[in-house]
């Protein structure tokens, strides 16, 4: 799967895909050719994935709560 499709897929599908192919690399039937261009798309789609989340993680919004112990105001998400 080229970097092109990679882009397009939604995390889910993305993780999905990852899955099968950390699934045939362990059932160990794949020939050294095809276990590489494997391991290669599967690192391919771990970026994509962890970009994924990276976007998600910045558009969260962090709950302040008030002396009440309410939800007083939100703030961007800071990560660090």
Do not use: H, W
Not at 15 to 33: H, N, P, W, Y
Not at 45 to 56: F, G, N, V
Request: aromatic fraction near 4%; glycine fraction near 8%.
């Amino acid at each position: 799967m080229g970097q092109d499709v990679i882009t397009e897929l939604s995390f889910e599908d993305a993780l999905k895909r990852l899955e099968a192919i950390v699934q045939r690399l362990e059932s160990g039937d794949a020939s050294l050719d095809e276990s590489i261009d494997l391991y290669a798309e599967g690192d391919r789609l771990r970026a994509q994935c962890e970009a994924r989340l990276a976007a998600a993680q910045a558009r969260i919004e962090k709950i302040t709560l008030g002396p009440d112990g309410r939800p007083a105001k939100t703030q961007p998400f800071d990560a660090g």
